[in-house]
């Protein structure tokens, strides 16, 4: 399986501006030199563009260094640099941009084919045959260089800071083991691992799942949650930030309380850990769902978790497929609700 990572530093470096040339053509008649010397080429450019096609930041592991190529020098006869070739970054739809030195963000990258230009090449050297006519005025491309020189400018440098929070409609959160994985398994395409025992799935996967209504939602499955997790035990919260962007949370409980563990005590300790992550996550909308309602010990669970926790609770089995038609429906409405706010 592959790894998964979220977070990366590279550094970029646009091309430098080539040289401007310095030559002289003799006219045969009047006998005077005149200048014909050509620019120098623009350096390229390093840009970062958000495509579909990535999921992680893994390739950045490996490759961190992003380098433009520099424009060409500038000749006789008026002959101009050639441009320098722009470098392509692309990182995952989600990945927010930022300047590594400053912590000024540069741009959060959200629908497929946003760029931004994240190093400038530098200005072509000017030729002096553009010395006479242009005296005083630029007229290179790229970052502004003196009017009169030969040499190009330098490209820009600049260390990145790339944050990837994946873009999801749905968090499914819970405890380890509560079922997570079966669920989205259920409901979308996706097949992550699953396991009778805790810590099964590692990495957070993303499912497209279809509503009842036809739309094309995506829901998240993310690692499991134990109490303490704030303060780093299990997987720790790190792979909360997936669902920072979510706008439901599905809460999944296991109701057999397999390994005689307790659902209330899940449940709230679940939220408790929710909450110490970010309030604002804690906050969103959730709709609890009661899992494994095919086990025979999970009725009376059910029936005590129904008067201690003051919310609905959709009673499912995300192994039998019982129920889990009308959490779709339920996450369909919440939806709605939400866009119509
Ligand atoms: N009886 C029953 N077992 C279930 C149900 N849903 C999941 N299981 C079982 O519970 C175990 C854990 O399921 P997973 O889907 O791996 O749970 P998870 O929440 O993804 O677990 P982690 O990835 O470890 O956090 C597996 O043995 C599943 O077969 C259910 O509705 N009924
Ligand atoms: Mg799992």
């Known amino acids: 399986m592959t790894r998964f990572v979220d977070q990366a530093t590279l550094d970029a470096l646009a091309g430098h501006g080539g040289k401007g040339c310095r030559s002289f053509y003799q006219d045969l008649w009047t006998r005077h030199p005149i200048p014909d010397g050509g620019d120098g080429g623009a350096g390229g450019q390093v840009i970062v563009r958000s495509t579909p096609q990535q999921t992680t930041l893994l390739d950045f592991q490996t490759r961190r260094h992003f380098r433009a190529g520099n424009g060409g020098h500038g ?134 799942v279809t509503l009842p209504g036809g739309r094309s939602i995506v829901a998240v499955d993310v690692p499991g949650l134990i109490e303490g997790a704030h303060r780093g035990k299990g997987l720790g919260l790190a792979f909360l930030r997936h669902i920072e962007r979510t706008r439901v949370l599905v809460h999944l409980t296991d109701m057999a309380g397999v390994d005689g563990r307790d659902p209330v005590e899940d449940f709230r300790a679940l939220n408790a850990e929710l909450k110490a992550y970010h309030p604002a996550v804690a906050a969103k909308p959730q709709i609890v769902v009661a899992n494994k309602m095919d086990e025979p010990t999970a009725k009376g669970n059910l029936a005590r978790f129904r008067k201690s926790v003051k919310a609905a609770v959709l009673p499912v089995s995300a192994k039998t497929g019982e129920g889990v038609s009308k959490l779709l429906d339920k996450v369909e409405e919440q939806l709605k609700k939400l866009s119509e706010q």
């Open 75 to 208: 000749s006789s006869k008026k002959k101009h640099g050639a441009r320098g070739a722009d470098c392509l970054i692309e990182v995952p739809l989600g990945t927010i941009l930022s300047d590594a030195a400053t912590g000024d963000l540069i741009r959060e990258l959200l629908r497929p084919g946003d760029e931004v230009i994240v190093a400038r090449g530098g200005a072509g050297g000017v030729g002096n045959a553009a010395w006479a006519k242009s005296r005083g005025s630029s007229h290179a491309m790229g970052r502004p260089i003196s009017p009169l020189s030969l040499e190009g400018a330098p490209g820009e440098k600049r260390r990145l800071r790339l944050e990837l929070k994946l873009l999801a409609d749905v968090g499914i959160v819970g405890m380890p083991n509560a079922g997570k994985s079966t669920l989205i398994g259920r409901i979308s395409a996706a097949h992550p691992k699953v396991a009778p025992f805790p810590f099964t799935t590692t990495n957070p996967v993303l499912g497209a």
